[in-house]
């Protein structure tokens, strides 16, 4: 079992950045990958980016170049580092990870955090 409890998430205005926490807890965080989904009201939930245990990165188009994923193994954690943030980036932000390799895709995820709201005013 993995636990994930996110933080970080409050409300910005449009161009200011934000770093995201996921910690992780349970099973050997080292081996798995992590990944952060989000949200908005009314739509699915969409990938944001991944990230391995040895550093394989993935990112969604709609934020690459403004936000970097990274990950302290020695720490179980998980960041999410926001830049030039806009107002379609607010959502409620979800910490994932999956045993194995990098993946895209939500359903491929066994474990999920409460989520953390981040909301971008214009």
């Known amino acids: 079992q993995v636990e994930l409890v996110e933080s970080g998430g409050r409300l910005v205005q449009a161009g200011d950045s934000l770093r995201l926490a996921c910690a992780t807890s349970?099973?050997?965080?080292?081996?798995?990958?992590l990944g952060w989904f989000r949200q908005a009201p009314g739509k699915e939930r969409e990938f944001v980016a991944a990230?391995?245990?040895?550093?394989?990165?993935s990112y969604a188009d709609s934020v690459k170049g403004r936000f970097t994923i990274s990950r302290d193994n020695a720490k179980n954690t998980v960041y999410l580092q926001m830049n030039s943030l806009k107002p379609e980036d607010t959502a409620v932000y979800y910490c994932?990870?999956?045993?194995?390799?990098?993946?895209?895709?939500?359903?491929?995820?066994?474990?999920w955090g409460q989520g953390t709201q981040v909301t971008v005013s214009s």
């Open positions: 994932a990870a999956r045993l194995g390799s990098i993946s895209t895709t939500r359903n491929d995820y066994n474990y």
């Open positions: 349970g099973r050997t965080f080292s081996t798995y990958a």
């Open positions: 990230i391995t245990w040895i550093g394989v990165l």
